[in-house]
């Protein structure tokens, strides 16, 4: 790709040195609406054309909302910045000595390279399981969930042999961090309180939902406090945790564990995640799956090269493993990144990134949350939960999903209903595994 | 399929005749509903877990609504019916002589049978053209579009070529039929405040939005003076619409007229619709592609099937040619045929259904709309639309869905946007033609 001769871009002096960023997530669009007036033409690269507010991508699917709630048009978000390019092109590596952008469709050209290309879901190494596990890390996952989750009762009311009628309506959620005990959650309070309405002849009793922890703990990146109400408040709703568990293999309907095994047709694989790295880069510059930067988002070795974000390994004394990939992360590290390219526009002195940790928090079912603040502060129950949901809707980035958004929760809440049980693509267990292979 | 032995159905009991539904759409979802007290087995069948408000999935195509705001899931629906029993499959044929209705996983048999299959596009025996048009008759049509349109524009900005590039930012819609009207109509709406902002460096004002029709008018179903006005109020937003006008062929994006043709990659098919026969009928009970039913809607020659809605031919001396394919008339015979199945229940006299017409309207972009009232009172405007805007409104099937279809209309109305350019699936040309033969 070049930008087309014929299409007069719409930036003021095209003489301007061009910023690369690639990725609209929280790091690139934080970075890119924080240049506004630089004088520079800013190009974004992402292979949606939307941003993607991830905390929330459970509850599309476990059908608590529709995708235009949890995801913004990317090219709507910065309408009236003069400077601001969006193409939707999926990029396939970087010439790092050409200073050159590589997509499907050509080459671009940069003066600035911003990597913000943020996280994949991350099998271990497994490629056996990653075949057979449903991701939720992007919208399509979780459509494809939200239809699996549906489908999988459509079935069950048409299955007559009863041991394949236990494994069928049992589900296993892997991984105990936020993720994982919030998709836990919504099933249990979809068990709780619709499926049995929904499906009069399906008996929900025999239902299981399983979380498996590698570790001895819940929420590891939380407070103790917070792990255990976590635990707590699971259990009381019905969910079956297995607490330092590892898969070994799934297979037939038996997820087998170093200890024991679960009989469930499916599991929702919210392990981890990893960085998605770019091709091109030399192996001193990655770093356990991230891209080694300095302090300054600087990868190290290119001067004209930055990474913020779930991508970037950031070493402080603060955070000697690298700084936690989560959203805040990005959305401060996009944030510093423009005042030092705006500094690096006008040669002035960089200033080294300082994460300031706001706290962090999840969501457990209905109407439980914990909340860990900065200086050891924590709350849980139905307080901690209205935070969650206040943070939440301050953060979604358009104020009308924000509208919509508290509609469907306030409706839910009450109701407790939950409105999208549409299963809009039919899934074969083939075409199943096959999205969700295309990370 | 048999309903499985070891479910206890949750019906009273069991030796209740059975009443098969065969679709879930305006006529079948009315007929169950107005059946909630009968002391029978509703077994209601559809290939999807929702019922679609049709008149808006344009709404849908355009980036105007998320599928949530016209589809309602149709076990929700139910909730508190005692004799309503739910399967998603797909009926492939029936057995009339045994009293079975058959499905892609076995057979059920019934007492009674009422087929409201409804209808599928008609492409006139066209197959050929079948494989290159986009139909709008599903949600999955509509999703399908909705990418369909905004990945053009994602395409036309990294395309260089001047002919390839108006080829593909032309949009022809064949049908001047309400769907035709309204599908042009929010097209042009998007062309004129929504995608100059979404892609500044594409010039709009070379797309064309073309409306073909076949007869000498638009709106062939409703009063010449809603016809007239919809073709000025079309023409005044910048829809260029062709009368007497038939699509011979398409091929490389040259759609070809009786008289002339047009450049256009992308061509929305809304000609016509049939109705969605079932296999096993005999000939004589099949008429222009209906099935031919008494005025009580029983299917000439079978006692105890019934017809109901699209698929149902009904000749009165008010209709020598059958009823308008339409939902009012769906409703109106659903409703009307519970009564008569109760009455038939207690072997009393059936009554001969009679349409009651309530007037018609189709809305034309933004803030205008024509309706047209029984007894030749004629709305155009602003004022008529209030009115579309009203009955619509009224008749989404679920008070959540209401709450946010308004919301959704309140705020697009208000700022001229429109909240749901996600492009969620992406599709290649060859799979947008295989999806698009999926009826």
New interface residues.
Partial sequence: ?SI???????VPDTEYPRIIIIGGGFGGLKLAKALKKLRAQVVMLDR???HTFQPLLYQVATAGL???SI?G?L??SF?GHFNY?F???KVTGVDFEKKEVQTR?GNLSYDYLVIASGSVTNYFGQDDLQKKVLPLKR??HA?DLRSHI??TF?QA????D?DKLDKMMNFTVVGGGPTGVEVSGALAELRNHILP??????DFSRMQINLVEGSDRLLNGMSEKSGKEALRALEKIGVNVKLNAMVKSFEDGVVQLNDGQLESDSVIWAAGVKGNIIDGLPAESVMKGRILVDEYNQVKGHDYVFAVGDVAMMETKDFPNGHPMMAPVAMQQGEHLAGNLKRLFSDKPLKPFKYLDKGSMATIGRNKAVVDMPGGLHFKGFFAWLIWMFIHILYLI?F??K??TL??WI?SYF?Y?K???????TFTAEQRRKASRDE
């Fill in positions: 790709m087309p001769s014929h299409l007069k871009l719409k949606n054309n939307f529709e995708p235009d995801a048009p090219r709507k309408e390019i193409r939707m092109v469709i919208v399509v459509l549906l489908q459509e009311e048409l299955t007559e009863k309405s929904d499906y009069p002849d399906l358009g009308r999903n509208l919509i509609n469907n409706w109701t209903d409105g999208t049980r549409l299963i809009i693509r």
